[in-house]
Structure formats: C-alpha cells, structure tokens
C-alpha cells in the first residue's frame, strides 16, 4: 500500500530499499511521492546523507543478498511462519 503522505527519514530509505528492485517510479509511488521522481529522489538523497550514506541512485540501495535472491533463481523458504 502507498503512503497517504510522503514518507521521510529513515522511513522513506526503508520504503525505497523495498521497493528498489521494481524501479524508481514504483519506489515514489510507494513512498507517497506519486509520480514526483525528482522530489522523491532529492528526499532520498537528503535521507541517506543524514545518515552518512552516500547514493547514486536508488539501485545502491539493493544489498548484496537481495541480488543473489534475484539471480539464483530459486528462494526456498518454510511454507509458514509455524513450521520453521
């Protein structure tokens, strides 16, 4: 679900890192920027050197783990929390 407003701080980072892999225009929408790529990429931006990140593009914020999961072709995981 999209946020109502835009989202900022460590909220809007963690928005945006979840949503990075479907690109910068699905990352906006979900981070309550609509279709505001340039504010939502100045606010990143703003958010990540508050806390002493620096990033090019939203792309930077996909973690190793996340591409492995992307390129192995297979996640395997329990089919419920239960039956860990």
Request: include cysteine.
């Amino acid at each position: 679900m999209a946020s109502p407003t835009p989202l900022k701080g460590t909220d809007l980072i963690d928005c945006a890192k979840a949503n990075a892999k479907q690109g910068v225009e699905t990352a906006a929408y979900f981070c309550g920027y609509g279709s505001d790529l340039n504010t939502f990429e100045q606010e990143l931006h703003q958010a990540c050197q508050d806390i002493g990140v620096n990033i090019n593009e939203l792309s930077d914020l996909i973690t190793d783990q996340q591409q492995l999961i992307q390129f192995a072709g297979t996640e395997v995981s329990p089919d419920s929390p239960s039956s860990l």
